[in-house]
Antibody, heavy 118, light 109 residues
Framework: QVQLVQSGAEVKKPGASVKVSCKAS????????MHWVRQAPGQGLEWMGI????????TYAQKLQGRVTMTRDTSTSTVYMELSSLRSEDTAVYYC???????????WGQGALVTVSS | QSALTQPASMSGSPGQSITISCTGT?????????VSWYQQHPGKAPQLMIY???NRPSGVSNRFSGSKSGNTASLTISGLQAEDEADYYC?????????FGGGTKLTVL
């Protein structure tokens, strides 16, 4: 069965960086793109970007351009999302979500809470 | 990219039907048949309920259905059940990126 297992919760200070991982299993890792979506406390979902595990340049949401970097490691079937210059507004649960090949997100990780606080 | 517009909250009684709207523009909802809907219970990850405007993934109840007219997509839940109480989000593809709606909190009275 498809599983996306994310790294644990993090607490970071403003200005720092955070790197969240998402390990995929149960399917061919390189056959499906992966998205990152975040959700601030009590707020809605925000699309952050998409990466092709087979290679090529990720596509990022314009709002996060310059601060977000998505990478992948095919040897471990893991994708990573790194966000730099953290501010309090970046406090959120960060999800990885598999692209269904039908312009939607069919499997989601359990989420990773990132708290930015001085 | 602005978020798609959804009603903040809706409510219905068990057995009733409700329809949640999702309004965008010709650049997203109106421009592609790539609208999807997600159900999210408190503290849980979202779950895909509808994709490509009208299609249900395997395992999703046929009480859930989707449609679209112009720049507005809709999710209809028929025969409301207590377990349907959750937050619902629409999403649309829009020229290499994706956008979500602000979410609708559905209360089953």
């Amino acid at each position: 069965q498809v599983q996306l297992v994310q790294s644990g919760a993090e607490v970071k200070k403003p200005g720092a960086s955070v790197k969240v991982s998402c390990k995929a299993s149960g399917y061919t890792f390189t056959s499906y793109h992966m998205h990152w979506v975040r959700q601030a406390p009590g707020q809605g979902l925000e699309w952050m970007g998409i990466i092709n595990p087979s290679g090529g340049s990720p596509t990022y949401a314009q709002k996060l351009q310059g601060r977000v970097t998505m990478t992948r490691d095919t040897s471990t079937s893991t994708v990573y999302m790194e966000l730099s210059s953290l501010r309090s507004e970046d406090t959120a649960v960060y999800y990885c979500a598999r692209d269904s090949r039908r312009w939607s997100f069919d499997y989601w990780g359990q989420g990773a809470l990132v708290t930015v606080s001085s | 990219q602005s978020a798609l517009t959804q009603p903040a909250s809706m409510s219905g009684s068990p057995g009733q039907s409700i329809t949640i709207s999702c309004t965008g523009t010709s650049s997203d909802v109106g421009g592609y048949n790539y609208v999807s809907w997600y159900q999210q219970h408190p503290g849980k990850a979202p779950q895909l309920m509808i994709y490509d405007v009208t299609n249900r993934p395997s395992g999703v109840s046929n009480r859930f259905s989707g449609s679209k007219s112009g720049n507005t997509a809709s999710l209809t839940i028929s025969g409301l059940q207590a377990e349907d109480e959750a937050d619902y989000y629409c999403s649309s593809y829009t020229t290499t990126t994706w956008v979500f709606g602000g979410g609708t909190k559905l209360t089953v009275l």
